[in-house]
């Protein structure tokens, strides 16, 4: 008997929980499925193309030989450590620097310094190209992933041949809106990171006023807590990009594992 899966909903991501629990945007009752939500975003042509997908004309068996059509097929094992080590490797770029040998571009954290006169926007540059150069490398590197667990799909059953078919459909209909939503999040952390270089400033402000000899505050107690939480989101949005391609690799394994 096949498990049913549970109903996923638009505001169920790890990144979707991160933003609403740090107040950057608002929580949202779960009122509608991906499904209802997808046929919203989807046009007429994208709609036909998906049902000509979901429902395939009869095609003749394939005329090689079973061993040749499934050349170079990687195992379940293989597979999943493929994908273990191509997410550890983005995860250890984002908390510490890419690791060397994984041909990932080294991307780095701005100094945890203000410029003097400290102005918001001019303060946030640096960690607004540290975060999109970070998201244009997940992006490519999370579609080259996609692409090669298609490839195996491809090799493997008529099943997951339909998969792999409909996963660089939907890849192709929704990549512009997945850009689009997902260039917000550096504007959401922008207005956080202005609220709190405010509130430093205010109580610098307020020092001074009380004593003019009052040292300066150091940004430490807001600034540091907030690169952490600006590498926190990092993670949570490679998390929701992954998701795709993790589900085709549980559809491989369930696939490739004999029923008992």
Known sequence: MTRALPRAH???SRLVRFL????????????EDVGQKLGDWLDFRQAIALHGLLNPEPQAPATLPAHQ????LMTPEALGRHVEKFKAALEQSIAQGAPSGTGLTRIDMPPATLDEPIEPKIA???YRRFYAAHQRQMETQVRTLRSQLRGQLAKSSPALQQLAALDASFENILSEREAMLLGKVPKLLEKRFTQALKQHLKKQAEAVAEDVNAPRLKPDAWLLPWRQQMRTA????LDTRLQPALGLLEAFNQESTPSP
């Open 69 to 72: 059509r499934r050349a170079g």
């Open 124 to 126: 946030f540059e640096p």
């Open 10 to 12: 638009l505001n169920s």
């Open 234 to 237: 990092l993670l949570a949005e």
């Open 20 to 31: 609403t629990e740090n107040a950057m945007i608002e929580a949202v009752q779960a009122t």
